[in-house]
Every structure is written in structure tokens, then in C-alpha cells.
Antibody, heavy 120, light 108 residues
Framework: EVQLVESGGVVVQPGGSLRLSCAASGFTFDDYAMHWVRQAPGKGLEWVSLISWDGGSTYYADSVKGRFTISRDNRKKSLYLQMNSLRAEDTALYYCAKDSWDSSGYLAAWGQGTLVTVSS | EIVMTQSPATLSVSPGERATLSCRASQRVSSNLAWYQQKPGQAPRLLIYGASTRATGIPARFSGSGSGTEFTLTISSLQSEDFAVYYC??????????FGGGTKVEIK
């Protein structure tokens, strides 16, 4: 069974930094591209970032470009999101998600999310 | 940038009735369209990809159709567990994924 378990979400002050983690199991982690998607309270889904299977390519939404960094450790079957210069509008539930088998971009599995609150 | 627009925002349906949800893309996305279901307090779940292919374990009462710019998710006979928010998502120009704003299916 595919499992994705996020962690690291906390309350942080504006301008602060945070690192989210996602532990994967139940599939061959290094065969798949991985994403972060967020959902602000009571709002819809927003794609945040993508990393290729080998970590060689990374992509970001304009809203986080230059502030967030996605990475992965295939030996540890883990995905990360380093979040810097946090803003109130970054407050959201952050999901990690597994791309499709052919990396076409639909999200075949999701974790339960970790909540990031940016507030003074 | 492609914008995905879902309608209606809220759909009130009685159990056993048919529900039809729409998703429109501002530019053609071919069949690179997925649908997700999200229940309160839960993560989204993939229902449909390729506009019409059901994901593993998804009941046959869920069906998707359309291509280009107009897409439809149909739930043929609503069950109690189907009341949720549904999102469409385009993925034609990976890696930029875009979601629609969602349609809430509520009990009438």
C-alpha cells in the first residue's frame, strides 16, 4: 500500500523558515516524480513544486519561486520542502503527492498533509 | 497561463440522483485532465485521469468525458459517501499543474 506521511508543519513567524518532510513507503520511490500541493484554510488546491525522480529537475509555482526549495533523498525515500521568507499567505495544509507512473502529471497518491501557519 | 473553471460552485443533489459537474479550460488541454474527490478532513483522492479513465478502485458510477476545453464528471447515482468537493486538474504542460476552484456536492 502506498503511504505518504508529511511532517514538520508548525506555527512560524512571518519571515521565518521551515522544512517539511514526506516519508514514502509502499512503492519504488526513486521511480517517481514527486510534488508538493497546498490548500489554504477553506480554499482550493494550489500546486507548489515538483521534483523529478532523480532530483535533477525542479519546478516551482511563481508564488513560491526563490523562497522554497524542493529536494529528495532516494536512499531515505523522503521528500523535502525548505520554506524561507514565509508570508501569511503561505499558511496552508501542505500535501506531498506522487506523480503518475509515466510522470504525466496527475497525482496518483497523496499524503494526509501537514499544517503550516505563518503568524506573529 | 491556463485557467480551469468549474461549475457550479455548489450542486445540491438527492441520494440516488445523477450529478453532473463541469470543468472548462481557458485553452485546449487535449485529454490531460484529472478529477479528484476531497471529503472533509481528508486528502484529495484521484478519481479520473486522461479525462475518462477511472483510477484503481473507483466505482463505475463515476465517469468522465470531454476533451479540448470542456470536461464533465458524472456520478450516475449518488451515494452518501459521494458528498464531497470535486476538483479538476489539467496537466498538459507539465510541470505546471493547475486546479479548478472545486464543486461542492451537497445533500439536497
Amino acid at each position: 500500500e502506498v503511504q505518504l506521511v508529511e511532517s514538520g508543519g508548525v506555527v512560524v513567524q512571518p519571515g521565518g523558515s521551515l522544512r517539511l518532510s514526506c516519508a514514502a513507503s509502499g512503492f519504488t520511490f526513486d521511480d517517481y516524480a514527486m510534488h508538493w500541493v497546498r490548500q489554504a484554510p477553506g480554499k482550493g488546491l494550489e500546486w507548489v513544486s515538483l521534483i523529478s525522480w532523480d532530483g535533477g529537475s525542479t519546478y516551482y509555482a511563481d508564488s513560491v519561486k526563490g523562497r522554497f526549495t524542493i529536494s529528495r533523498d532516494n536512499r531515505k525515500k523522503s521528500l523535502y520542502l525548505q520554506m524561507n521568507s514565509l508570508r501569511a499567505e503561505d499558511t496552508a495544509l501542505y500535501y506531498c503527492a506522487k506523480d503518475s507512473w509515466d510522470s504525466s502529471g496527475y497525482l496518483a497518491a497523496w499524503g494526509q498533509g501537514t499544517l503550516v501557519t505563518v503568524s506573529s | 497561463e491556463i485557467v480551469m473553471t468549474q461549475s457550479p460552485a455548489t450542486l445540491s443533489v438527492s441520494p440516488g440522483e445523477r450529478a453532473t459537474l463541469s470543468c472548462r479550460a481557458s485553452q485546449r488541454v487535449s485529454s490531460n485532465l484529472a478529477w479528484y474527490q476531497q471529503k472533509p478532513g481528508q486528502a484529495p483522492r484521484l478519481l479520473i485521469y486522461g479525462a475518462s479513465t477511472r483510477a484503481t478502485g473507483i466505482p463505475a458510477r463515476f465517469s468522465g468525458s470531454g476533451s479540448g476545453t470542456e470536461f464533465t464528471l458524472t456520478i450516475s447515482s449518488l451515494q452518501s459517501e459521494d458528498f464531497a468537493v470535486y476538483y479538476c486538474q489539467k496537466y498538459n504542460n507539465w510541470p505546471a499543474l493547475t486546479f479548478g476552484g472545486g464543486t461542492k456536492v451537497e445533500i439536497k
